[in-house]
Protein backbone atom coordinates (compact mmCIF):
# COMPACT_ATOMS: atom_id res chain seq x y z
CA UNK A 1 0.00 0.00 0.00
CA UNK A 2 1.04 3.25 -0.70
CA UNK A 3 -0.40 6.55 1.22
CA UNK A 4 -1.70 8.53 -1.66
CA UNK A 5 -1.30 12.08 -3.04
CA UNK A 6 -3.89 14.59 -4.22
CA UNK A 7 -2.71 14.26 -7.93
CA UNK A 8 -5.96 14.87 -9.83
CA UNK A 9 -7.74 17.20 -10.32
CA UNK A 10 -11.25 18.34 -12.25
CA UNK A 11 -11.11 19.63 -15.77
CA UNK A 12 -7.23 17.92 -15.77
CA UNK A 13 -6.10 18.72 -19.50
CA UNK A 14 -4.93 14.82 -19.83
CA UNK A 15 -5.72 11.93 -18.34
CA UNK A 16 -6.64 7.55 -18.73
CA UNK A 17 -8.32 6.34 -21.63
CA UNK A 18 -11.69 5.91 -20.67
CA UNK A 19 -12.23 2.71 -17.57
CA UNK A 20 -8.28 2.86 -17.35
CA UNK A 21 -5.66 3.91 -15.04
CA UNK A 22 -2.10 4.95 -15.79
CA UNK A 23 -0.17 1.57 -15.57
CA UNK A 24 3.09 2.69 -13.72
CA UNK A 25 3.81 1.68 -10.69
CA UNK A 26 5.79 3.07 -8.28
CA UNK A 27 8.93 2.26 -9.95
CA UNK A 28 7.84 3.27 -13.62
CA UNK A 29 7.37 -0.15 -14.22
CA UNK A 30 3.59 -1.00 -15.29
CA UNK A 31 1.94 -3.55 -13.59
CA UNK A 32 0.18 -6.11 -16.07
CA UNK A 33 -3.96 -6.07 -16.65
CA UNK A 34 -4.05 -9.66 -16.63
CA UNK A 35 -7.31 -10.37 -14.65
CA UNK A 36 -10.34 -10.22 -16.47
CA UNK A 37 -13.74 -10.17 -15.67
CA UNK A 38 -14.74 -13.97 -14.61
CA UNK A 39 -11.26 -14.02 -12.62
CA UNK A 40 -12.47 -10.52 -10.91
CA UNK A 41 -15.57 -12.42 -10.00
CA UNK A 42 -13.85 -15.35 -8.45
CA UNK A 43 -11.41 -12.87 -7.02
CA UNK A 44 -14.27 -11.40 -5.02
CA UNK A 45 -16.02 -14.11 -3.84
CA UNK A 46 -12.91 -15.82 -2.65
CA UNK A 47 -11.45 -12.66 -0.80
CA UNK A 48 -15.19 -12.65 0.68
CA UNK A 49 -15.12 -16.46 1.80
CA UNK A 50 -13.44 -18.10 4.57
CA UNK A 51 -13.33 -17.56 8.21
CA UNK A 52 -15.93 -15.67 8.86
CA UNK A 53 -19.07 -18.13 7.59
CA UNK A 54 -16.66 -20.95 8.46
CA UNK A 55 -16.22 -19.95 12.13
CA UNK A 56 -18.54 -17.24 13.47
CA UNK A 57 -22.12 -18.68 12.52
CA UNK A 58 -21.93 -20.42 16.09
CA UNK A 59 -21.31 -17.36 17.73
CA UNK A 60 -23.74 -15.54 15.88
CA UNK A 61 -26.50 -18.09 16.60
CA UNK A 62 -25.71 -17.23 20.34
CA UNK A 63 -26.44 -14.01 19.83
CA UNK A 64 -29.35 -14.25 18.21
CA UNK A 65 -31.04 -17.97 18.61
CA UNK A 66 -32.34 -19.80 16.04
CA UNK A 67 -32.69 -17.52 13.65
CA UNK A 68 -29.50 -16.80 12.85
CA UNK A 69 -30.64 -16.85 8.95
CA UNK A 70 -31.57 -13.12 9.99
CA UNK A 71 -28.39 -11.56 10.24
CA UNK A 72 -27.14 -12.88 7.82
CA UNK A 73 -29.73 -10.95 5.77
CA UNK A 74 -29.01 -7.71 7.44
CA UNK A 75 -25.56 -8.32 6.81
CA UNK A 76 -26.03 -9.20 2.85
CA UNK A 77 -27.89 -5.73 2.29
CA UNK A 78 -25.23 -3.63 4.36
CA UNK A 79 -22.69 -4.66 3.00
CA UNK A 80 -24.27 -4.20 -0.40
CA UNK A 81 -24.47 -0.37 0.37
CA UNK A 82 -21.01 -0.17 1.34
CA UNK A 83 -19.98 -1.89 -1.51
CA UNK A 84 -21.61 0.30 -4.02
CA UNK A 85 -19.50 2.97 -2.63
CA UNK A 86 -16.34 1.03 -3.51
CA UNK A 87 -17.41 0.57 -7.22
CA UNK A 88 -17.94 4.05 -7.89
CA UNK A 89 -14.51 5.11 -5.94
CA UNK A 90 -12.86 2.59 -7.85
CA UNK A 91 -14.12 3.22 -11.24
CA UNK A 92 -13.48 6.71 -10.56
CA UNK A 93 -9.81 6.23 -9.14
CA UNK A 94 -9.05 3.22 -10.51
CA UNK A 95 -5.61 2.69 -7.85
CA UNK A 96 -4.25 0.25 -6.12
CA UNK A 97 -4.77 2.52 -2.22
CA UNK A 98 -8.25 1.58 -1.78
CA UNK A 99 -9.73 3.44 1.70
CA UNK A 100 -6.63 5.15 2.24
CA UNK A 101 -6.73 6.82 -1.28
CA UNK A 102 -10.50 7.66 -1.18
CA UNK A 103 -9.93 9.45 2.52
CA UNK A 104 -7.10 11.38 1.42
CA UNK A 105 -8.92 12.32 -1.52
CA UNK A 106 -11.85 13.71 -0.27
CA UNK A 107 -10.94 15.25 3.30
CA UNK A 108 -6.78 15.76 3.01
CA UNK A 109 -6.14 15.27 5.92
CA UNK A 110 -3.03 12.77 6.55
CA UNK A 111 -3.72 11.79 9.83
CA UNK A 112 -7.34 10.78 9.33
CA UNK A 113 -5.99 8.85 6.33
CA UNK A 114 -3.32 7.15 8.04
CA UNK A 115 -5.59 6.12 11.10
CA UNK A 116 -8.15 4.42 8.14
CA UNK A 117 -4.80 3.11 6.86
CA UNK A 118 -3.97 1.61 10.13
CA UNK A 119 -7.51 0.43 10.81
CA UNK A 120 -7.59 -1.64 7.49
CA UNK A 121 -4.45 -2.94 8.78
CA UNK A 122 -5.00 -4.00 12.26
CA UNK A 123 -8.68 -5.47 10.96
CA UNK A 124 -6.47 -7.92 8.64
CA UNK A 125 -4.18 -8.69 11.77
CA UNK A 126 -7.83 -9.59 13.79
CA UNK A 127 -9.47 -11.16 11.20
CA UNK A 128 -5.93 -13.47 10.71
CA UNK A 129 -6.01 -14.03 14.53
CA UNK A 130 -9.51 -14.98 14.29
CA UNK A 131 -8.91 -17.36 11.74
CA UNK A 132 -5.71 -18.68 14.01
CA UNK A 133 -7.88 -19.35 16.82
CA UNK A 134 -10.47 -21.58 14.68
CA UNK A 135 -7.75 -23.13 12.99
CA UNK A 136 -6.56 -24.71 16.55
CA UNK A 137 -10.55 -25.47 17.24
CA UNK A 138 -12.79 -27.58 16.71
CA UNK A 139 -11.54 -28.53 13.14
CA UNK A 140 -8.20 -29.41 14.53
CA UNK A 141 -10.15 -31.62 16.81
CA UNK A 142 -10.78 -34.47 14.62
CA UNK A 143 -7.26 -34.92 14.38
CA UNK A 144 -5.58 -34.37 17.14
CA UNK A 145 -5.70 -32.92 20.65
CA UNK A 146 -3.79 -29.87 22.04
CA UNK A 147 -4.14 -26.48 23.80
CA UNK A 148 -6.18 -24.08 20.89
CA UNK A 149 -4.00 -21.20 22.21
CA UNK A 150 -0.81 -22.86 21.66
CA UNK A 151 -1.85 -24.17 18.04
CA UNK A 152 -3.06 -20.32 17.66
CA UNK A 153 0.42 -19.13 18.42
CA UNK A 154 2.34 -21.59 16.13
CA UNK A 155 -0.04 -21.30 13.37
CA UNK A 156 0.93 -17.39 13.30
CA UNK A 157 4.41 -17.98 13.51
CA UNK A 158 4.21 -20.25 10.57
CA UNK A 159 2.53 -18.37 8.61
CA UNK A 160 5.03 -15.55 9.37
CA UNK A 161 7.93 -17.64 8.38
CA UNK A 162 6.18 -18.99 4.94
CA UNK A 163 5.84 -14.60 4.66
CA UNK A 164 9.38 -14.30 5.00
CA UNK A 165 10.27 -16.73 2.56
CA UNK A 166 8.18 -14.89 -0.03
CA UNK A 167 5.04 -16.00 -0.80
CA UNK A 168 3.32 -14.81 -3.79
CA UNK A 169 -0.01 -15.86 -4.87
CA UNK A 170 -1.47 -15.35 -8.31
CA UNK A 171 -5.06 -15.03 -8.76
CA UNK A 172 -5.34 -18.19 -10.62
CA UNK A 173 -4.05 -19.81 -7.53
CA UNK A 174 -6.38 -18.10 -5.60
CA UNK A 175 -9.32 -19.15 -8.32
CA UNK A 176 -8.13 -22.81 -6.99
CA UNK A 177 -8.54 -22.19 -2.79
CA UNK A 178 -11.69 -20.48 -3.79
CA UNK A 179 -13.02 -23.88 -5.15
CA UNK A 180 -12.04 -25.89 -1.93
CA UNK A 181 -13.78 -22.96 -0.06
CA UNK A 182 -16.73 -23.20 -1.98
CA UNK A 183 -17.35 -26.96 -2.01
CA UNK A 184 -17.08 -27.11 2.02
CA UNK A 185 -20.18 -24.83 1.61
CA UNK A 186 -21.65 -26.83 -0.92
CA UNK A 187 -21.41 -29.96 1.13
CA UNK A 188 -22.68 -28.12 3.92
CA UNK A 189 -26.21 -27.44 1.67
CA UNK A 190 -26.56 -30.34 -0.09
CA UNK A 191 -26.60 -31.68 3.67
CA UNK A 192 -29.25 -29.39 4.65
CA UNK A 193 -31.34 -30.43 0.64
CA UNK A 194 -31.34 -33.93 1.62
CA UNK A 195 -32.23 -33.28 5.38
CA UNK A 196 -35.17 -31.27 3.74
CA UNK A 197 -36.95 -34.00 1.57
CA UNK A 198 -36.11 -37.01 4.60
CA UNK A 199 -37.98 -34.69 6.72
CA UNK A 200 -34.74 -34.32 9.56
CA UNK A 201 -34.52 -31.27 11.00
CA UNK A 202 -36.67 -28.66 13.23
CA UNK A 203 -38.04 -26.23 11.00
CA UNK A 204 -39.55 -24.05 14.15
CA UNK A 205 -35.87 -23.03 15.02
CA UNK A 206 -35.46 -20.69 12.30
CA UNK A 207 -38.08 -18.13 13.70
CA UNK A 208 -36.47 -18.45 17.71
CA UNK A 209 -34.88 -15.53 19.23
CA UNK A 210 -32.43 -15.82 22.20
CA UNK A 211 -34.00 -12.81 23.63
CA UNK A 212 -37.43 -14.11 23.29
CA UNK A 213 -40.43 -11.60 23.01
CA UNK A 214 -39.69 -8.18 21.38
CA UNK A 215 -38.59 -4.66 22.79
CA UNK A 216 -34.62 -3.33 23.07
CA UNK A 217 -33.17 -6.59 24.20
CA UNK A 218 -33.98 -7.94 21.16
CA UNK A 219 -33.05 -4.93 18.61
CA UNK A 220 -29.95 -5.08 20.67
CA UNK A 221 -29.27 -8.75 20.45
CA UNK A 222 -30.38 -8.88 16.23
CA UNK A 223 -27.65 -5.84 15.73
CA UNK A 224 -25.04 -7.41 17.86
CA UNK A 225 -25.46 -10.55 15.30
CA UNK A 226 -25.43 -8.59 12.57
CA UNK A 227 -22.29 -7.03 13.49
CA UNK A 228 -20.73 -10.17 14.02
CA UNK A 229 -22.34 -11.45 10.65
CA UNK A 230 -21.01 -8.47 8.62
CA UNK A 231 -17.35 -10.08 9.63
CA UNK A 232 -18.57 -12.89 7.13
CA UNK A 233 -18.72 -9.92 4.34
CA UNK A 234 -15.20 -8.42 4.61
CA UNK A 235 -13.16 -8.92 2.23
CA UNK A 236 -14.78 -7.31 -0.83
CA UNK A 237 -12.79 -4.11 -0.02
CA UNK A 238 -9.61 -5.81 -0.77
CA UNK A 239 -10.54 -6.18 -4.38
CA UNK A 240 -9.81 -2.64 -5.26
CA UNK A 241 -6.61 -3.30 -4.34
CA UNK A 242 -6.42 -5.19 -7.92
CA UNK A 243 -7.37 -2.30 -9.55
CA UNK A 244 -4.06 -1.53 -11.73
CA UNK A 245 -4.14 -5.17 -12.50
CA UNK A 246 -7.53 -5.28 -13.87
CA UNK A 247 -8.60 -5.28 -17.83
CA UNK A 248 -11.19 -2.28 -18.03
CA UNK A 249 -11.63 -1.65 -14.09
CA UNK A 250 -14.30 1.14 -14.71
CA UNK A 251 -16.61 -1.58 -16.40
CA UNK A 252 -15.12 -4.79 -14.61
CA UNK A 253 -15.43 -3.71 -11.40
CA UNK A 254 -19.36 -3.13 -10.78
CA UNK A 255 -20.48 -6.87 -11.94
CA UNK A 256 -17.59 -8.33 -9.82
CA UNK A 257 -18.19 -6.95 -7.13
CA UNK A 258 -22.12 -6.57 -7.06
CA UNK A 259 -22.20 -10.28 -8.19
CA UNK A 260 -19.37 -11.31 -5.41
CA UNK A 261 -21.56 -10.09 -2.68
CA UNK A 262 -24.71 -11.38 -3.97
CA UNK A 263 -23.03 -14.93 -4.39
CA UNK A 264 -21.82 -15.21 -1.30
CA UNK A 265 -24.57 -13.32 0.55
CA UNK A 266 -27.11 -16.20 -0.73
CA UNK A 267 -24.65 -18.68 0.11
CA UNK A 268 -24.17 -17.58 3.76
CA UNK A 269 -28.40 -17.46 3.95
CA UNK A 270 -28.53 -20.48 3.09
CA UNK A 271 -26.16 -22.23 5.25
CA UNK A 272 -27.17 -20.13 8.50
CA UNK A 273 -30.72 -21.70 7.42
CA UNK A 274 -29.41 -25.20 7.26
CA UNK A 275 -27.62 -24.83 10.50
CA UNK A 276 -30.23 -23.80 12.59
CA UNK A 277 -32.69 -26.53 10.91
CA UNK A 278 -30.16 -29.55 11.86
CA UNK A 279 -28.55 -28.17 14.74
CA UNK A 280 -30.14 -26.02 18.12
CA UNK A 281 -28.43 -22.72 19.00
CA UNK A 282 -27.18 -23.76 21.75
CA UNK A 283 -24.42 -26.43 20.70
CA UNK A 284 -23.54 -23.79 17.70
CA UNK A 285 -22.49 -21.54 19.80
CA UNK A 286 -20.42 -23.83 21.84
CA UNK A 287 -18.52 -25.14 18.90
CA UNK A 288 -15.78 -23.10 17.09
CA UNK A 289 -16.15 -25.45 14.77
CA UNK A 290 -20.22 -25.14 13.69
CA UNK A 291 -20.38 -26.40 10.15
CA UNK A 292 -18.74 -29.51 11.69
CA UNK A 293 -21.33 -30.01 13.71
CA UNK A 294 -24.01 -29.35 10.41
CA UNK A 295 -22.08 -32.04 9.32
CA UNK A 296 -22.17 -35.03 11.88
CA UNK A 297 -26.03 -34.21 12.28
CA UNK A 298 -27.02 -34.16 8.41
CA UNK A 299 -27.32 -38.08 8.92
CA UNK A 300 -25.54 -38.42 5.09
CA UNK A 301 -22.41 -40.54 5.87
CA UNK A 302 -20.14 -37.78 4.93
CA UNK A 303 -16.55 -38.07 6.50
CA UNK A 304 -16.57 -35.64 9.16
CA UNK A 305 -12.45 -35.46 8.81
CA UNK A 306 -12.62 -34.80 5.45
CA UNK A 307 -14.99 -31.32 6.07
CA UNK A 308 -12.58 -30.65 8.79
CA UNK A 309 -9.63 -30.77 6.26
CA UNK A 310 -11.45 -28.64 3.86
CA UNK A 311 -12.26 -26.01 6.48
CA UNK A 312 -8.76 -26.31 7.88
CA UNK A 313 -7.74 -24.88 4.72
CA UNK A 314 -10.17 -22.37 4.30
CA UNK A 315 -9.02 -20.62 7.04
CA UNK A 316 -5.74 -20.81 6.63
CA UNK A 317 -6.02 -19.00 3.48
CA UNK A 318 -7.92 -16.11 4.39
CA UNK A 319 -5.49 -16.27 7.58
CA UNK A 320 -2.33 -15.97 4.91
CA UNK A 321 -3.76 -13.51 2.84
CA UNK A 322 -4.79 -11.03 5.71
CA UNK A 323 -0.91 -11.77 7.83
CA UNK A 324 0.36 -10.61 3.87
CA UNK A 325 -1.81 -7.69 3.53
CA UNK A 326 -1.20 -6.78 6.39
CA UNK A 327 2.90 -6.60 6.94
CA UNK A 328 2.96 -4.98 3.21
CA UNK A 329 0.33 -1.82 4.69
CA UNK A 330 3.24 -2.16 7.24
CA UNK A 331 5.98 -1.73 4.48
CA UNK A 332 3.92 0.94 2.65
CA UNK A 333 3.38 3.50 5.15
CA UNK A 334 7.36 3.00 6.64
CA UNK A 335 8.13 3.73 2.61
CA UNK A 336 6.07 6.94 2.86
CA UNK A 337 7.49 8.02 6.11
CA UNK A 338 4.04 7.80 7.68
CA UNK A 339 5.19 5.08 10.05
CA UNK A 340 8.88 4.74 11.44
CA UNK A 341 11.44 4.04 8.16
CA UNK A 342 12.78 0.94 9.97
CA UNK A 343 9.51 -0.76 9.81
CA UNK A 344 10.03 -1.01 5.91
CA UNK A 345 13.39 -2.51 6.32
CA UNK A 346 13.67 -5.70 3.46
CA UNK A 347 15.13 -8.95 4.25
CA UNK A 348 18.43 -8.99 1.63
CA UNK A 349 17.84 -12.05 0.00
CA UNK A 350 14.34 -12.63 -0.12
CA UNK A 351 12.74 -9.53 -0.64
CA UNK A 352 10.44 -9.82 1.87
CA UNK A 353 9.56 -6.67 4.24
CA UNK A 354 10.80 -8.21 7.60
CA UNK A 355 10.29 -5.49 10.01
CA UNK A 356 6.54 -5.56 8.73
CA UNK A 357 6.43 -9.05 8.83
CA UNK A 358 7.61 -9.03 12.64
CA UNK A 359 5.59 -6.40 13.72
CA UNK A 360 2.08 -7.34 12.57
CA UNK A 361 2.95 -11.19 13.83
CA UNK A 362 4.06 -9.68 17.00
CA UNK A 363 0.91 -8.37 17.11
CA UNK A 364 -1.28 -10.94 15.92
CA UNK A 365 0.35 -13.50 18.88
CA UNK A 366 -0.75 -10.98 21.15
CA UNK A 367 -4.43 -10.59 19.79
CA UNK A 368 -4.57 -14.88 20.02
CA UNK A 369 -3.06 -15.19 23.84
CA UNK A 370 -5.61 -12.37 24.54
CA UNK A 371 -9.08 -13.11 22.36
CA UNK A 372 -11.48 -16.21 21.31
CA UNK A 373 -13.27 -15.77 17.46
CA UNK A 374 -15.92 -14.47 18.76
CA UNK A 375 -14.46 -10.90 19.88
CA UNK A 376 -11.66 -10.96 17.37
CA UNK A 377 -14.32 -11.51 15.12
CA UNK A 378 -15.98 -8.55 16.19
CA UNK A 379 -12.95 -6.69 16.28
CA UNK A 380 -12.50 -6.82 12.74
CA UNK A 381 -15.63 -5.48 12.15
CA UNK A 382 -15.99 -3.10 14.64
CA UNK A 383 -12.66 -1.46 12.55
CA UNK A 384 -13.81 -2.07 9.55
CA UNK A 385 -17.32 -0.91 10.21
CA UNK A 386 -15.41 2.50 10.86
CA UNK A 387 -13.20 2.40 7.78
CA UNK A 388 -16.67 2.11 5.58
CA UNK A 389 -18.43 5.36 7.47
CA UNK A 390 -15.31 7.20 6.13
CA UNK A 391 -15.40 6.09 2.83
CA UNK A 392 -19.11 6.37 2.58
CA UNK A 393 -18.86 9.95 3.58
CA UNK A 394 -16.07 10.35 0.75
CA UNK A 395 -18.30 9.10 -1.85
CA UNK A 396 -20.43 12.13 -1.43
CA UNK A 397 -17.79 14.53 -0.84
CA UNK A 398 -15.93 13.17 -3.81
CA UNK A 399 -18.67 14.10 -6.31
CA UNK A 400 -17.48 17.47 -6.72
CA UNK A 401 -14.50 15.64 -8.32
CA UNK A 402 -14.83 15.06 -11.98
CA UNK A 403 -12.88 12.68 -13.63
CA UNK A 404 -13.08 12.39 -18.04
CA UNK A 405 -13.88 8.91 -18.13
CA UNK A 406 -17.26 6.83 -17.84
CA UNK A 407 -17.63 4.86 -14.33
CA UNK A 408 -20.69 3.84 -11.92
CA UNK A 409 -22.29 6.21 -9.95
CA UNK A 410 -24.63 4.36 -7.09
CA UNK A 411 -27.45 6.30 -6.00
CA UNK A 412 -26.85 9.03 -3.28
CA UNK A 413 -29.03 7.20 -1.22
CA UNK A 414 -26.92 4.07 -0.90
CA UNK A 415 -24.05 5.80 0.58
CA UNK A 416 -25.87 7.86 3.25
CA UNK A 417 -27.74 4.65 4.01
CA UNK A 418 -24.21 2.58 4.49
CA UNK A 419 -22.44 5.68 6.26
CA UNK A 420 -26.08 5.87 8.94
CA UNK A 421 -26.07 1.56 9.22
CA UNK A 422 -22.16 1.34 9.72
CA UNK A 423 -22.19 3.94 12.58
CA UNK A 424 -25.03 2.34 14.24
CA UNK A 425 -23.82 -0.72 13.96
CA UNK A 426 -20.27 -0.01 15.21
CA UNK A 427 -21.94 2.14 18.28
CA UNK A 428 -22.82 0.55 21.79
CA UNK A 429 -26.17 0.16 20.32
CA UNK A 430 -25.40 -3.09 19.38
CA UNK A 431 -24.97 -5.85 21.63
CA UNK A 432 -20.61 -6.13 21.76
CA UNK A 433 -18.63 -7.00 24.52
CA UNK A 434 -16.46 -4.23 25.92
CA UNK A 435 -13.52 -6.27 24.98
CA UNK A 436 -13.89 -5.19 22.02
CA UNK A 437 -13.77 -1.53 21.97
CA UNK A 438 -10.55 -1.86 24.56
CA UNK A 439 -9.11 -3.76 21.66
CA UNK A 440 -9.56 -1.99 19.21
CA UNK A 441 -8.74 1.15 21.43
CA UNK A 442 -5.03 -0.53 22.13
CA UNK A 443 -4.41 -1.55 18.51
CA UNK A 444 -4.75 2.59 17.95
CA UNK A 445 -3.01 3.73 20.28
CA UNK A 446 -0.28 1.73 19.18
CA UNK A 447 -0.87 3.27 15.70
CA UNK A 448 -0.92 6.40 17.19
CA UNK A 449 2.41 6.16 19.26
CA UNK A 450 3.93 4.93 15.97
CA UNK A 451 2.55 8.08 14.28
CA UNK A 452 4.10 10.45 16.97
CA UNK A 453 7.45 9.24 17.23
CA UNK A 454 7.96 9.00 13.42
CA UNK A 455 6.65 12.74 13.46
CA UNK A 456 9.20 12.98 16.20
CA UNK A 457 12.15 11.98 14.55
CA UNK A 458 11.47 13.56 10.84
CA UNK A 459 11.24 16.66 12.95
CA UNK A 460 14.49 16.36 14.71
CA UNK A 461 15.77 15.27 11.32
CA UNK A 462 14.67 19.11 9.75
CA UNK A 463 12.33 16.76 7.64
Keep these: MQTPSDSSSPGAASGPAPGTAPDTAGDGTPLKRAIGPRLLILF ?3 DILGTGIYATTGKVAGKVGGALWLPFAIGFVLAILTAASYVELVGKYPKAAGAALYTQKAFKVPFLTFIVAFMVMCSGLSSASAAARAFGGDY ?16 VLALAALNLRGVSESVKANVVMTLVEVSGLLI ?3 IGAFAVFSGEGDPSRLGEFEAGGSGSALA ?8 LAFFAFVGFEDSVNMAEETKN ?17 VVYVLVALVSSLLVDSGTLAGSSGPLLEVVKAGGVDFPPQLFAAIALFAVTNSA ?22 VMGRVLPRRRTPIAGILFTAAI ?3 LVSTGEIEGLGDTTSFLLLCVFAVVNVAVLVLRRDRV ?4 FRTPTALPVLGAVTALILASPLADRAAEVYIRAGVLLAVGIALWGVNKLVLRMHGD
Excluded: K
Excluded at 140 to 155: G, N, Q
Excluded at 220 to 227: C, E, M, P
Excluded at 404 to 407: I, K, Q, V
Design 404 to 407: EHAH
Design 140 to 155: LAEFVDVSPTLVAILF
Design 249 to 265: PARSFPRAIFIGVAVTG
Design 364 to 366: AVG
Design 188 to 190: ILA
Design 220 to 227: SGVLGATA
Design 44 to 46: VIG
Design 320 to 341: LINIMMASRLCYGMANERILPR
